[in-house]
């Protein structure tokens, strides 16, 4: 089936199967790679994109079903370098081996912007095998402080 896609403000066009996932086909079809496919079953958040701007788990969502504009983790720098909360997973050391980080951001990037009381809790569908939990909110928490816009 042929569908339309805008990601990262740049519109695709492609051919795919019904039951293509929307990482799939960020990650085969439109060499978009910073969604990681980890566990495939919408357990670890590694995949997780923005569609209409909101956080959602791109290995559970169909392509074809998708009807607004996606962002990906490629889509949160600008021509101005990197988008504050990206600056403060760096600043705060928020990421080990960086295998989670692009769902890690794409959470936090929600988190902020939705102003969430409990952070941790909101951030519990991103798992991070190497324990960079204290470092992934305190991040969250600076741009929070810096009410930097997103």
Do not use: W
Not at 42 to 49: D, F, I, K, L, N
């Amino acid at each position: 089936m042929d569908i339309s896609l805008e990601v990262n403000g740049r519109a695709a066009q492609l051919s795919v199967d019904p039951g293509v996932t929307l990482l799939d086909a960020l990650r085969e079809r439109l060499d978009i790679t910073g969604p990681k496919k980890g566990c495939d079953r919408g357990q670890c958040g590694a995949c997780t994109v923005h569609v209409g701007g909101r956080p959602v788990l791109s290995c559970l969502t169909l392509a074809a079903t998708v009807r607004q504009e996606v962002t990906t983790v490629e889509g949160l720098s600008t021509e101005d370098g990197l988008a504050p909360v990206q600056r403060a997973f760096v600043e705060a050391d928020a990421q080990q081996c960086g295998f989670c980080t692009p769902g890690q951001l794409m959470s936090a990037v929600a988190a902020i912007r939705d102003d969430v009381d409990d952070v941790r809790e909101f951030m519990s569908g991103n798992i991070c095998r190497c324990s960079a939990y204290p470092n992934i909110v305190a991040a969250i928490e600076q741009v929070r402080q810096a009410d930097a816009s997103l």
